[in-house]
């Protein structure tokens, strides 16, 4: 069995990229140019280009919001896609496990036999999604990103809605005769294995479930608070009622504050765009 992963960047993750590199840009143009005048009284424009630190902290507002708004796109397009090729392989063991677990139609002790390695086998394939899976250098699906904050811009650190989903860990706490206690534990030879791994399996496909809606509960409440503070930059740039409020002059307040207002509007669009998914595909 091969895997191979696409990682193919969504449609919303190139225009805040756009976005965000045209922010970097700018600051460090704007920047340099303001130095530069203020610094130079023989040019005649000593004091009219100096930009303040308030504007310097409004363009980093800019800036870490479009990383959060890039990262959490990117985490839950891979994580999702991930999950997906995970439900796929347990709506196959379910259905070998009912073909075990069915009294009319009697399976002899091969064929049952045979199921059971069909069954391990896309078990296997389950393992190697979740090694497989991995965001900024860390494994998606190891527990870690419930324990260990991540950095995600201005949001400074969060705790992701991502359990454990190795096989052992999934269907979890299931009740049944044969003492199965993980999908990695189900065995469907006997007419009892086959009716407690169903059991099992189901508890599992729950499992995925349910982080598929944590991880959308996640990417909407933090999508929608990088939306929420855009649209307060991009309303009133620096944050107060002025230009001579931020300690700017005339010129830098058509520059400065234009340019920190197009950029913000420019994320809060690829916020609201359409985000195509990222393929994460296991070959057979």
Known sequence: MGLRIDFSAPMGIRR????????????????SAFTIGSTNPAGGVAG???????????IGDVVALATAT????????????????IDGRLAEIRRLTLVAGNDGQPIGNAELLEIQERIEKDI?????????????????????FRTNPFGFGTTGVVLIPLRDLSPDHLGRGVENVSGFNSLAEIDVTTAQGADDSL??????????????TDLETFETETLDAASRNIEVLARNPVGVSSAAGAGFSGPVNDIVLSEIG???????????????????????
Request: net charge neutral; no cysteine; glycine share 6%.
């Open 16 to 31: 805040t990229d756009f976005a965000l590199d045209a922010v970097r840009t700018d600051s460090r143009v704007l920047g």
């Open 70 to 85: 890039t990262r959490t796109v990117a985490l839950v397009r891979t994580a999702d896609a991930a999950l997906v090729q």
């Open 199 to 212: 059991l099992v399996v189901d508890a599992a496909v729950r499992d995925i479930a349910q982080t598929r």
């Open 262 to 284: 197009l950029r913000a509007s420019d994320i809060a669009q690829s916020i609201a765009g359409d985000r195509t998914g990222v393929l994460f595909d296991v070959v057979g």
């Open 124 to 144: 296997d394939a389950i393992n190697l999604i979740i090694i497989a899976a991995r965001f900024a250098s860390r494994p998606l699906f190891s527990g870690s």
């Open 48 to 58: 009219d280009f100096g930009i303040s630190d308030i504007s310097r902290v409004r």
